[in-house]
């Protein structure tokens, strides 16, 4: 497996990061025994990160992973978040403090590599910029004095501006950035001209000045799967972020490109939509949640094949262009 370096973090992590949330739901919702099967797996293939969250089943993809890494005695690098809830805000600092504290708790550990806000920011039922920048980035700083962490992360969604002052005021390590074929948004390698542009540049600065990038929903949530089904573990209805309305809508741009699987450009949407995520050197690790390890053993396979030559991203641009 491909160790890309993490921005200024200097971590070196695998270019498929373990994606222990909700929405494949094998960390939240699977048997114990498949969990630490498939996180046994990921570690014998080179997966080096694996990202959780209190939100996660309301703390069980965080206590079973916790329970999980003790059987296998697993140290990978380590990222959970903090989402407030608004009655929360009145406090944020000691918000913060001890949604870690519980996260600590059901993880069993004395500190995390990193530690991420979860929440929007600078866009409504999210943080205000001055609200991350004022309270809630002190507060993840004492935490990481206090040797409760090591880097500080945030998932990057809200507004575009509050986003790009944030991430170049030098006091984040990491952004988690949706990055899948429907919302080349960050980096894209597609040509200029189609959207998500401003995000591209976004991205670009936010290299250049140190941040790392993890990418997330690198499926669509399941969209890029080609397929409505979802496995019984998985959650049974997800909401998209940052491509089309609904997950019916991403379904069926999905399906627009199947003729490159017929072409042999990937042996499935699957294949295609994780090398395609790992394609762009600036994306440190991309993320894959999974409801099984079968479904892992298909990630590692596509990720082990590489990102995607130059010949497969044009066809894939010629596929989405605007009015096609």
Not at 71 to 89: M, Q, S
Not at 144 to 150: L, N, S, T, Y
Not at 240 to 259: E, K, Q
Request: net charge negative; aromatic share 4%; proline share 7%.
């Amino acid at each position: 497996m491909e160790q890309r370096i993490l921005g200024r973090s200097g971590l070196r992590v695998s270019a498929l990061g373990y994606g222990a949330g909700a929405v494949g739901g094998l960390l939240v919702r699977g048997t114990p025994q498949e969990q630490e099967a498939s996180l046994g797996r990921a570690f014998a293939a080179g997966i080096t990160y694996v990202d959780t969250a209190p939100a996660y089943g309301d703390g069980e993809s965080e206590r079973n992973l916790g329970r999980a890494l003790k059987a296998l005695g697993a140290t990978p690098w380590l990222g959970t978040k903090v989402r407030l809830p608004p009655a929360a805000r009145g406090d944020i600092a000691g918000a913060i403090a001890a949604s870690l504290e519980a996260s600590l708790a059901r993880l069993g550990r004395d500190s995390v590599d990193l530690f991420q806000l979860h929440d929007p920011i600078g866009s409504p039922g999210g943080y205000t910029l001055a609200q991350v920048l004022d309270e809630a980035v002190p507060a993840m700083q004492r935490l990481r004095d206090q040797g409760k962490c090591r880097f500080l992360g945030i998932t990057a969604l809200g507004d575009t501006a509050a986003l790009g002052r944030l991430l170049s005021a030098g006091v984040i390590d990491t952004a988690q950035v949706p990055y899948n074929l429907l919302n080349p948004s960050w980096l894209a390698p597609m040509p200029a001209g189609l959207p998500g542009q401003d995000f591209a540049e976004l991205g670009l600065d936010a290299v250049s000045c140190g941040v790392g990038l993890i990418g997330i929903r690198i499926l669509a949530a399941g969209a890029l799967s080609g397929t409505a089904e979802r496995h019984p573990v998985a959650m049974p209805q997800v909401a998209p972020i940052a491509s089309g309305a609904d997950y019916a809508t991403d379904l069926t741009t999905a399906l627009r490109l199947t003729p490159l699987v017929a072409e042999g450009h990937a042996s499935s949407l699957a294949e295609l939509a994780i090398r395609y995520a790992i394609t762009p050197p600036q994306i440190a690790t991309a993320l894959i949640g999974t409801a099984s390890i079968e479904q892992l053993e298909i990630a590692i396979a596509a990720a082990e094949k590489g990102p995607l030559p130059v010949e497969t991203l044009a066809r894939i641009a010629a596929i989405l262009a605007p009015g096609r």
